[in-house]
């Protein structure tokens, strides 16, 4: 082939480090490494010179092994179209380029330009990767009390098959606290950027490796799979299930975790912790939960605006490095946003990647599943992808519905792209099953066609949505008073474990801190409950719940005070050199009283999940 003969011909060139005329010259390269987020992105700016004879229509760009390893995402457009809407740059043609007998110490893709360059025309073109799993944790294990450091190793020239004129690097890091970085001729510093060059004429394949040592508190949140479930429902709903498999993809955590640490001290007890996750959903969600392999989970809160909707969820512990947590979240979304018709056929038009920022996905596997009887099937995606088929059964079908399967390794958020899935759907399939289906499919079609149509009419103004709009304001703060209960018996937990630790070590300084930070802690969880109390009073809506919700407050608060009894009690007889027995009949009482009133606690909270 042509180009591949193209291509070799300036692959033996450039091993030669002989330039011959047809070779192209990168007369301006601007690197910027961003290694501000786990996904480690490098935006590159190249002007492409044609020096002539022969036209040129192709530029390639060159991965070293360990990157091309990494290699998520890779997007190359005009340099004219930035700073243009997001939408409206065109990415170029991108393609790998094979070369049999060449080094495979190199990955090689041809970027193909908008017009051919005749001699002396140049080009200029933005290219941008994105690379996942390229910070590696230097240590790989760290204590609770330990800093985060990541390395990232990379060239301080472009690794390029062309000779480059003019050259410059700036990395950027998150922030200011850097360990060590390779300090080169031209190297200047800037807070949390480090700049290298300019450099000037180098030849093909220039390399030279520099390394960057520094701290990094991102959340290293890693799905190690993640299956998306899209049921289409024509009776007006779009079902999505994601269920993840995530894991904290920093240093792991050596030694023990104290919770109490880091409740008391987050940030320099687990600065390398994430405690909650954001998703954002599209506007008009509705329906969303959230749930582990326990059950649901309410201290998740929905935010939302005309545009999004925004989704911060809280696993049940803080995930620390090396951790793993599975779950699941679940949203219904309006079938016409998503659903659409073009010549008889029909076609599901939504984006492709996980509503969760910054996420790094190894697997991902997308199931869209179609209503029964569907037919001339078939999926298309901007980027290359996996797919097959498969059906899925459920009670009230025959044959079952056909599935499309669609799965991706290494997916970031560049991914979040459109794609379709395209079908027929006829009448005529349905006249196949038997009447009573039929009759009875109709029936509920046209009742949820009337429900769809007084569904959209309901005005954004109207009584019910505003009633509908007030209830999801009170269970946004009913969920923060959950929240704020459990923190609260997160820290009875943590005080009845000081006194076991007591009893096992004898250390009365321990545990008086460990009472220190509680009390702290209470003071504050109760500041912040105060407002919730106030801002519940003011909704009508919320007069039927809020006694049980004033309850709850005073039960805990009445289990707070006799935790801290049996707390001083306990320490109070330890110093003064009581025997075990003997505090434990003193504490005795209260145990009854501290037992009784958690299950109230415990049952109030239930009441109050049921209703929200
Ligand atoms: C969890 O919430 C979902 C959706 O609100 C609901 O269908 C399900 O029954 C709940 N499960 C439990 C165990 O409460
Ligand atoms: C899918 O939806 C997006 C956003 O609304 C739109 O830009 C795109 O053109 C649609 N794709 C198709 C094939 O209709």
């Known amino acids: 082939m042509a180009i591949s003969r193209y291509v070799l011909l300036v692959f033996t060139i450039a091993m030669l480090a002989s330039t011959a005329l047809s070779d192209p010259i990168l007369t301006k390269v601007d690197r910027r490494i961003y290694l501000t987020s786990q ?3 490098i935006a590159s700016t190249l002007k492409v010179e044609n020096p002539g004879p022969l036209i040129m229509s192709e530029v390639l760009l060159a991965f070293p092994e360990l990157q091309a390893k990494n290699l998520a995402y890779l997007m ?19 393609k790998a380029v094979n070369l049999n007998d060449r080094p495979s110490a190199l990955t090689f893709y041809s970027v193909i330009l908008p017009k051919e360059l005749a001699a002396g025309e140049s080009f200029t073109l933005d290219v941008l990767a994105a690379f996942t799993h390229a910070l590696r944790p230097v240590p790989e294990k760290i204590t609770q009390a330990d800093i985060q450091l990541v390395l990232y190793g990379d060239s301080v020239y472009y690794l390029s098959p062309y000779e480059v004129k003019v050259q410059s690097l700036s990395v950027k890091l998150p922030d200011s606290k850097i ?3 390779t300090e080169l001729e031209n190297t200047k510093v800037h807070g949390s ?23 990094s508190n991102l959340p290293f949140a890693v799905a190690e799979e993640l299956v998306r479930e899209i049921e289409i429902s024509h009776w007006g709903n779009v079902q999505v299930t994601e269920h993840y498999k995530l894991i904290h993809g920093g240093a792991k955590i050596k030694g023990e975790f104290s919770r109490l640490d880091f409740q008391a001290r987050p940030n320099d007890r687990g600065a390398s912790a994430f405690s909650f996750l954001v998703a954002h959903l599209p506007a008009r969600a509705h329906s ?44 219904g979304l309006p079938l016409q946003d998503f659903l659409y018709e073009s010549e008889g056929n029909r076609f599901l038009n939504m984006t492709f990647g996980s509503p969760m920022i910054e996420l790094a996905i ?10 029964e009887g569907s037919s001339d099937i078939s999926a298309a995606a901007p980027f290359p992808i996996k797919q097959w088929r498969e059906t899925k059964i459920s009670h009230l079908d025959i044959g079952g519905r056909p599935v499309v399967v669609l799965e991706k390794t290494n997916v970031v958020p560049e991914h979040n792209q459109y794609f379709q899935v395209y079908y027929k759907f006829s009448g005529l399939s349905m006249l196949r099953e038997p009447l009573m289906l039929i009759s009875g499919f109709l029936f509920f079609f046209a009742a949820c066609i009337g429900y769809m149509h007084a ?43 000081s006194l076991r630790d007591l009893s096992r070590t004898g250390d009365v300084q321990a545990c008086k801190a460990a009472r220190k930070y509680a009390d702290g802690l209470l003071k504050e969880l109760s500041k912040e409950m105060k407002p919730l109390l106030t801002s519940l009073q003011a909704y009508p809506s919320a007069a039927q719940i809020l006694p049980k919700v004033e309850e709850l407050v005073a039960k805990e608060r009445e289990l707070q005070e006799k935790v801290m009894l049996k707390h001083s009690t306990a320490v109070e007889g330890y110093e003064r050199k009581s025997g075990a027995r003997d505090i434990d009949h003193r504490v005795a009482l209260l145990q009854q009283k501290i037992t009784a009133l958690k299950q109230e606690v415990d049952d109030l909270l239930q009441f109050i999940d049921d209703i929200i």
């Not at 030279?208 to 040592?213: D, K, V």
């Not at 697997?363 to 179609?370: G, R």
């Open 39 to 41: 996904i480690v992105r």
């Open 76 to 94: 190359a457009s005009s340099h004219e179209s930035k700073g243009k809407a997001k939408g409206s740059v065109v990415s170029l043609p991108i």
């Open 179 to 181: 360990e060590s970085y």
């Open 193 to 215: 950027e480090i700049k290298y060059g300019p450099y000037e004429n180098l030849p093909p394949f220039s390399n030279s490796p520099i390394a960057f040592h520094f701290q």
């Open 288 to 331: 969303v939960y959230y749930r582990d392999l326990i059950g649901n989970i309410s201290t998740s809160h929905l935010r939302g605006d005309s545009k999004k909707t925004e989704l911060m969820i809280e696993p049940r512990y803080p995930m620390l490095g090396g951790w793993r947590t599975a779950f699941t979240i679940g949203y």
């Open 362 to 371: 190894d697997t991902l596997i997308l199931k869209v599943v179609l209503p």
């Open 455 to 497: 569904d959209t009419s309901i005005s954004k103004s109207s009584a019910s949505y505003l009633a509908k709009q007030q209830w999801e304001e009170v269970q946004v703060l009913i969920h923060k008073v959950q929240n704020v209960i459990s923190r609260c018996l997160a820290t009875h937990d943590n005080l009845e474990a």
